[in-house]
């Protein structure tokens, strides 16, 4: 007996609809909370939620995650090279351009951006930019990059 493939579809379409009733496309929309937004970004890196599904209705998108389950075997958390290649990428710059940033090669960067959708549970790279663009918005062309506040001081001379 084969398995009914409408009911694989019934739980999404049930988690669409609960999104919905919480928060619905006619009406205004919540104020955004940025604490709570990071508070995501940081529980799918470090492994504590998982990402389920996102979906568009009218102008809002939606994204489901969920705790990930006790039973299973914690998913690994993104590692800091992991992280700093998502967190570019996904602000909209290209591979190309993340690799100058890191200075890493292409080759580099494509295994971690593989690793990291894999660890996040995304798909594609649209998808992680569609989560961590409202996170971390990019930065105007030519604009200076931010301090790095490991780097020492720098020395000014007489």
């Known amino acids: 007996m084969s398995p009914d493939p409408s009911a694989a579809v019934a739980p999404l379409e049930r988690v669409r609809q609960l999104a919905l009733a919480s928060c619905p496309p006619h009406a205004a929309p919540p104020p955004p909370d940025a604490r709570a937004v990071l508070d995501v970004w940081f529980g799918l890196v470090e492994g504590r939620l998982e990402f389920v599904e996102w979906f568009e209705t009218g102008t809002r998108r939606y994204f489901v ?3 990930s389950p006790a039973d299973r075997a914690a998913r690994a958390p993104l590692d800091g090279g992991e992280e700093a290649l998502a967190n570019l990428i996904g602000s909209g710059l290209s591979e190309k351009a993340a690799c100058y940033e890191l200075g ?3 080759s580099v960067a ?3 951006l593989k690793r990291a959708l894999f660890k996040l549970g995304l798909r594609s790279r649209t998808d992680l930019v569609l989560l961590v663009r409202p996170i971390n918005p990019p930065r105007p062309t030519g604009a200076p990059r931010p301090p ?3 780097a020492p001081p720098e020395r000014r001379r007489a």
Do not use: F, M
């Open 65 to 67: 995650v969920r705790a």
């Open 104 to 106: 890493i090669k292409p």
């Open 148 to 150: 790095d506040p490991s």
């Open 110 to 112: 494509s295994a971690r």
